[in-house]
């Protein structure tokens, strides 16, 4: 959904959005950009509608600042990118045995992680009569996902051989603890086997893929280990694990909503479902139009998640309900129609987030279709 930039902080039309800003999204396209070395391909992983954001305006966008590649998850994902007119190379990285014709139909690109759909994708491209049609191949370094094994990397690079429908053109791996030091050794040791299993792989093969391992974290922790390609997600959506360090990258999405009612609330009496609050003094009550049915779970009631009003924080009194949440804004001067911020420039998505125990990858991609998505370009 494309729709002309608000003026006014309150969107009339929608009491609840999901504010995208294509701006942010380019200064942290640049940001990790320049972390690379000349000729360093940069992918960029909109998978789960760009993390919960909006895909086509968030690839479009990226396509227009020559972003190499993309990745989804799903064919599907893959498939919409295509019909909104997405040009560039899109990689699958979890295609299903059931999706291969789709996914030549709409020119994209699978990861073959094991001989099943290795051998079923040869067999969907020779009957489409393909020739050198791009495949890239995943391997386990340790993170114990998807990918074949380093054993197996003799045998598969015998199948390419003995054919030629399908070319390869890159060599993967998925890092498992990037983000955090203190599993440096291990990361190295991944490293280190996804370069021996390139080298085992290539010999055989007879020509050097390009070679990519890193997701943002490993861009910014990792910089001898970017080979020709990185691939991004959280950073383009302005996170980084350690945002200490990484004060350039920038929320692109802030969720927003208003007060619908303020009521006082005397001492003793409770709030919501179940009583799960009950007022130990005089409360300011406000009620806002978002609850677990748009993406924040319960896990935020009874105070583990707060939004920001007027600057102030105004924490969640008792349970979510499915359409509803009800703040505490004792103390907060603020009024019915007052814009609310769930997360975005005051509050980020990866501090609410943390006050419920999860991270902001689950928080971001888990704000529901039922919010409208409105683009500020
Ligand atoms: C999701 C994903 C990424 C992106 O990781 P970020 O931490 O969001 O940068 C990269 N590679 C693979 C294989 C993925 O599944």
Known sequence: MLLKPMLQPMNKQFPTFLEIDLSALESNFFHLKQKLSEGTKFLAVIKAFAYGSAASAVAKKLESLEVDYFAVAYTQEGVALRTAGIRKPIMVLHPQPTCLDDIIDSCLEPCLYNFDI????????????QHHYPVHVKFNTGLN???????????????????????????????????????????????????????????????????????????????HAHFEMVRSGIGLYGFSNDPINHPGLKPIASLKTHISQIHSVAKGDSVGYNRGYVCPEDKSVAVVPIGHADGIGRQYGKGKGQMIINE????????????????????????????????????????????????SYELITGISSRVPRVILH
């Open 118 to 129: 290795l051998n079923a994708f040869l067999i969907a491209a020779k009957n489409k009569q």
């Open 145 to 223: 996902r998807l990918g074949f094994q380093h054993d197996q990397c003799l045998t598969v690079a015998n199948v390419f051989g003995t054919q030629d429908h399908l070319r390869v053109a890159s060599i993967l791996s998925h890092l498992a603890a990037s983000e955090d030091l203190q599993e440096k050794e291990f990361t190295l040791s991944q490293i280190g086997l996804f370069e021996k299993i390139n080298q085992d792989f290539c010999e055989i093969l007879g020509y050097q893929p390009v070679r990519h391992l890193c997701n943002t974290s490993g861009i910014l922790n990792y910089p």
């Open 312 to 359: 102030k924080a105004a924490p969640i009194m008792g349970n979510v309900c499915m359409d509803m949440i009800m703040l505490d804004v004792t103390g907060i001067d603020c009024k019915e129609g007052d814009t609310v911020e769930v997360f975005g420039q005051s509050q980020t998505a990866e501090k609410l987030a943390e006050g419920a125990g999860t991270i």
